[in-house]
C-alpha cells in the first residue's frame, strides 16, 4: 500500500491548553486539549478524579482518603483566569497556556473540597455580609541556580542581582504577558535567594496570581536549565523562602477600611477586628499556611519570618505586620495601608490559605474581637510574662501541632467543609509518616525537589 502525498506533509506539535485546580497542597495539575477546540471545553470542562485531591507532595494517594477509586468530578474553566506566555528562553519549548477552574459535580453542583471555591465563597461572604471586598498580593521568595557554587555573590547585592539579570528579565516578561502586573525582582540574603513580587488584585484573582508566579517563575527556570526551589528551607541552618501575602479591605465604594489617621499605628477599629481575629486562630492557620513538616524549620526566632501569634509594625518578626506606608510625594497612606501575613510559604495552597485567613478576620469581625496580641519588638526578646500579658502565644513548633489546633478551634474548623478537612488530614497523616524518621537536613533535600 503506498502512502498518498498528503501523509507525507511534515506535522508540527499540537498548540495545547490546560485546564488546572491547584490543589490541597498547592500543586498545580490538569488536562490538556488542543488550544483550538477549547470552545468545547468552556462550559462542562474536562473530567477529573476525586482522588487526586488526597495525593501527598510524595505523589501517594493518602490511605485514609474520603474517595478511594470512586467517583467523578468536572473542571470547569474560569475563562477570565487563562494565562497566555507566547514564547520563553528556549525557542523550541512550547507557550504555556492554562485556565484556572473550579471544581464541581457532574452536574454542575460545587464540590465541596475545592480550595477555589472555598476562597470565592469566603469573598462573596465580605461582600453580602460585611460590604467588602478583598484585595491581596503575595510576594515569594525561592532559591535560584543554587546548585551552582558560582553562584554565591554579597546578600542583596547588584553582582547577585547581575547574576541572574537574564532570568530576571524573561521572568518579569513573561509574567507582564501572563496579566500578573510584576513588580520586582531582586536578590535576597540568602546566597542563589532571589524575590518576586507583583501588584496586589481584588478577590480570587490574587490566589491565582500567586499560582501564576509559582509556574510561571519555575518555567523560566526549566527553559534556561536552572535549578529552582521555592521550599521554606534548603539548609537546616540557612536563610528561609517566605510566602508573604499582603491584605486590604475595601468598602462598596472602593474606599479603604483598615485605615484610620486617628490610630498611632494607623489600624482602624475595623481592621483590629479583623487583626485579632487572624491572631487568635494564627495557630491553627498554620495547619494551611504552614502545611509541611519542613514549614516548621522557618517558623523560628531570626528567621525574619514569625514564630509568635503577634502583630508588629514595621518588624519583620510579627506574624502581622502593619506595613509601612509612604508620605514621599503627598502619597496618600490609606491606600497603600495593609496587612502583612507572615506565618507561609509555598509548600501551602495559596487559595486555602487565603481563605482561611480571611475566615479568621472576618470571624474577628463579627464578634468585635479585641486586639491585645501585639508587639512591635521581636516577641522572642520579652518575658514569658510580658507575652502572657498580652496574650501573645507562640506558633505550633510541628505540623502535627499545627493539625492539633486546627482540631481545637472549633469555630475555624466548622468554617470549613467536612470533605475537605477529611481530606486534608489525611494527606497530611499520610505525610507525617512518610517523614518521620528523617533528619532536618534529609527533610531539606527532599522538599527541594518537591517545591
Ligand atoms: N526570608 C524571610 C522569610 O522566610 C523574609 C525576609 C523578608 O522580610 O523579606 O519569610
Ligand atoms: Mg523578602
Request: glycine share 6%; net charge negative.
Amino acid at each position: 500500500m503506498s502512502l498518498s502525498s498528503a501523509d507525507k506533509t511534515p506535522i508540527a506539535p499540537t498548540a495545547l491548553t490546560t485546564i488546572v485546580t491547584t490543589d490541597l497542597i498547592g500543586v498545580t495539575r490538569g488536562r490538556s486539549f488542543p488550544s483550538d477546540e477549547l470552545e468545547s471545553y468552556r462550559v462542562a470542562g474536562c473530567g477529573w478524579v476525586p482522588a487526586n485531591s488526597a495525593l501527598t507532595p510524595q505523589d501517594v494517594v493518602a490511605s485514609d482518603n474520603p474517595w478511594g477509586s470512586c467517583g467523578d468530578l468536572r473542571l470547569i474553566p474560569d475563562m477570565g483566569s487563562r494565562v497566555r506566555v507566547p514564547n520563553g528562553p528556549d525557542a523550541n519549548a512550547p507557550g504555556l497556556d492554562f485556565i484556572h477552574s473550579d471544581i464541581c459535580e457532574t452536574d454542575g453542583q460545587p464540590w465541596s473540597a475545592c480550595p477555589r471555591t472555598l476562597l470565592r465563597n469566603e469573598i462573596q461572604r465580605y461582600r453580602d455580609e460585611l460590604g467588602l471586598e478583598v484585595t491581596a498580593a503575595f510576594e515569594h521568595e525561592f532559591n535560584l541556580g543554587y546548585l551552582d557554587p558560582a553562584n554565591s555573590h554579597h546578600a542583596f547585592s547588584l553582582a547577585a542581582q547581575h547574576h541572574a539579570a537574564s532570568f530576571g528579565g524573561w521572568l518579569l516578561s513573561a509574567l507582564k504577558a501572563a496579566g500578573v502586573e510584576p513588580e520586582m525582582f531582586l536578590p535576597e540574603y540568602g546566597k542563589a535567594q532571589y524575590e518576586i513580587t507583583c501588584r496586589p488584585i481584588q478577590g480570587v484573582a490574587a490566589a491565582d496570581r500567586a499560582v501564576n508566579v509559582r509556574e510561571i517563575t519555575r518555567e523560566i527556570a526549566r527553559q534556561m536549565g536552572l535549578d529552582i526551589s521555592f521550599s521554606p528551607k534548603l539548609q537546616p541552618d540557612g536563610v528561609s523562602n517566605g510566602v508573604h501575602l499582603h491584605i486590604s479591605l475595601q468598602d462598596q465604594a472602593g474606599h479603604p477600611v483598615m485605615y484610620s489617621p486617628e490610630q498611632d499605628n494607623g489600624l482602624s477599629t475595623l481592621g483590629q477586628h479583623w487583626a485579632a481575629g487572624v491572631l487568635k486562630y494564627l495557630p491553627a492557620l498554620c495547619a494551611f499556611s504552614a502545611p509541611t513538616p519542613i514549614s516548621y524549620l522557618r517558623l523560628k526566632p531570626h528567621h525574619w519570618s514569625a514564630s509568635y501569634a503577634n502583630l508588629g509594625q514595621r518588624n519583620r518578626e510579627a506574624s502581622l505586620r502593619i506595613c509601612p506606608t509612604i508620605t514621599i510625594g503627598g502619597k496618600s497612606p490609606a491606600k497603600q495601608y495593609n496587612l502583612e501575613f507572615r506565618p507561609l510559604d509555598a509548600t501551602s495552597s495559596p487559595h486555602l490559605t487565603m481563605a482561611t485567613v480571611l475566615m479568621a478576620g472576618r470571624i474577628g469581625i463579627e464578634h468585635k474581637l479585641v486586639l491585645d496580641a501585639s508587639a512591635d519588638e521581636s516577641p522572642d526578646t520579652l518575658s514569658e510574662e510580658q507575652r502572657q500579658a498580652r496574650n501573645i502565644v507562640a506558633l505550633p513548633g510541628s505540623l502535627s501541632e499545627a493539625l492539633a489546633s486546627l482540631r481545637d478551634s472549633k469555630e475555624l474548623f466548622e468554617q470549613l467543609p467536612k470533605l475537605l478537612l477529611d481530606a486534608y488530614f489525611a494527606v497530611k497523616a499520610q505525610e507525617l509518616k512518610s517523614t518521620q524518621t528523617m533528619t532536618p537536613a534529609e527533610l531539606c533535600d527532599h522538599y527541594a525537589r518537591l517545591y
